[in-house]
């Protein structure tokens, strides 16, 4: 693992803690456990809380058992473990008894979140991201690198798979195969595998399924991985056989929205100026109404997190942001053609963190 | 996908909502969502919730994009899509705005259940799974075949294991395997898997790494996969070569234990009973301290859900429950093992969903 420096994040949370009034942040699964801790939660029932005074070490609630799978950092935070026939809730309340204000994870459990509203009355809860989302949004080197390294194996798989057989497989056989170079080409894990082929294409999100994938299909495959807490996330468009003109038109259309995403990136710009340069293309090419979601997403420790790139956000973009340029043209019936890297904001303009090669890629 | 009684499974949440006073449910991502409508969203930070409010129809607000993934059910559930700029909690806001006592599904997003109780001053807020939990815990037929089903693809892919090398493969590699059998044998994504190598196996939830397996190592492999929604959960310990008598020792405890586990389930039997019983097996051999966490856990749309099998949860077991059974032990610096099967309570006692051997395997 790659030696974040994390008393440093936790003295930058504690200044805006101070700056804001929060007294102290309860973080469960999910990217801010990670960014603090080093340390990822499994998304399950059994609580994982650190609680972070603004003005008191630290502290890991977390399953006994589990606990070996963390290492503390003495002055920076210490392990409270829990046993099986514990009640970890009251551990997390007793450790913030005098609090007033609490800042929650965003995407701890509800169920959670109940409990300690009931057993702490008296508190006001927010959601930590308006704090935390502030550091976790500009990487650092050690960040960016990581990124990069991320990037790096997703092109290698979108190159093993210029010579993986499309046709006769299911959507879902595919996916299997993807997720498995995603691991072969050094993630620690695969995050998903969108694969989306003929007139499945045209639903952005669509689940890899039983379609078997033939001679003619356009497929739209998305796919991401984490790299030592790290996302990738990219998708280029393949076709099985030769492309007919119009999957070459809507293609070429995709890639200059795509590159005008890019080009318009850079520090100081307002967000959705980069969701706004794509659509341009997209919509002076007649497909405006086919173009259906935002351009693009923050990635990090999450895969998807801010900034969002879209239309209403106009926070600037700084050096160190990392984010999608996904545009996308999506035709009921017909088919789907998408095109994704992610870029990293310099102080110049933006590095792209994916090199694969951004043509319509033909396929046996 | 087997055609599940939506309606049927309404009604009986609203005749519990009724009873217990509460004016609508609030689902979000997780596993309510899927059993009331067969729809299971992406755990994304695009809000999908569905409102079921006690006395009118329910509706499902999700992003416009993601819409072609549902069929909505006229007079069951319609949807309401949300576009990229629009505000999906002010949707859900609007939707219930007379309740006053509204259930929150429990893996919902703090986020969004912050948000909705500052939109929603006036209203009470409470975890849905009291109310959820009583119809998810009790499997109908069509829910218990494809347990059946899951747990006999994880059954071939032990199958599988048994002429599988270990010996020279990180334990993450090894992993990756195992999650594309997983998909091979039927399922139509791996949920997880555990590789817990050496003296790795002594921590229950290890995450697999880069430890190279060994002649010699004890291998605990913990793994599952989702197959039309519901979850298989397996494990089995390997040994890399003959294994020697303390090995063999350890292992003969944990089947023993893990017999008496299952043995001990029934219906009427308190969940807490089947806990005692292994670990009364564990205890006796004088392993008791090593066996660190509960016996069980119950499985069906999540992995891990209600019964669970600890000291302390005195609920009776009901026909129609499924879950885990699965004891270990853990032998810090050395090795651990556990042996983990599925069972589904009937009339009179259980049904194993695993039949793979559960003798300590041997491998290359």
């Not at 200044?15 to 399950?44: K, Q």
């Not at 200059?256 to 080009?263: D, I």
Request: proline residues 7%.
């Amino acid at each position: 693992m790659v030696p974040f420096d994390y008393p440093a994040r936790l003295r930058r949370a504690r200044e805006l803690m101070t700056a804001r009034g929060v007294d102290a942040l309860l973080l469960s699964v999910g990217a801010d456990l990670p960014y603090f801790t080093g340390y990822r939660a499994m998304p399950l029932e059994r609580l994982t809380m650190l609680v972070l005074p603004v003005d008191a070490p630290a502290t890991l609630v977390l399953p006994a058992f589990e606990a070996p799978r963390v290492t503390p950092l003495p002055g920076v935070f210490s392990l409270e473990p829990w046993e099986e026939t514990d009640d970890p809730l009251s551990l997390v309340a007793g450790l913030c008894r005098s609090a007033r204000r609490l800042g929650v994870g965003d995407t701890t459990w509800s169920v959670f979140l109940l409990g300690l509203q009931s057993s702490l009355a008296g508190a006001e809860f927010s959601a930590a991201s308006a704090l935390v989302g502030e550091l976790r949004r500009r990487k650092d080197a050690g960040e960016a690198d990581l990124l990069r390294q991320a990037g790096a194996a997703a092109d290698r798989v979108v190159a093993r798979l210029d010579h993986t057989r499309f046709a006769g497989k299911t959507e879902r056989e595919l996916a299997a195969e993807i997720a498995a170079m995603v691991v072969a080409e050094g993630h620690e894990s695969a995050a998903f595998s969108i694969v989306a082929s003929g007139p499945n294409g045209a639903s952005p999100h669509h689940e890899a399924g039983s379609r078997v994938i033939s001679p003619g299909d356009a497929v739209v495959v998305d796919f991401g991985g984490r790299l030592h807490g790290y996302h990738s996330d990219i998708t280029r468009t393949f076709f099985v056989g030769d492309p007919p003109a119009r999957v070459r038109k809507v293609h070429a259309v995709v890639a200059a929205a795509q590159e005008a995403g890019v080009a318009a990136s850079g520090p100081g710009v307002p967000a959705q100026e980069v969701d706004r340069a794509a659509r341009r293309v997209i919509a002076a090419a007649g497909f405006g109404s086919h173009f259906t979601h935002r351009t693009g997403h923050g990635i990090g420790l999450e895969e998807h997190e801010a900034p969002y790139l879209v239309e209403g956000n106009a926070v600037p973009l700084e050096p160190g942001m990392a984010f999608s340029v996904e545009p996308g043209v999506y035709l009921p019936g017909e088919f789907g053609v998408r095109l994704e890297d992610i870029v990293l904001v310099t102080g110049g303009g933006v590095e792209r963190l994916n090199g694969a090669p951004r043509h319509l890629h033909s396929v046996d």
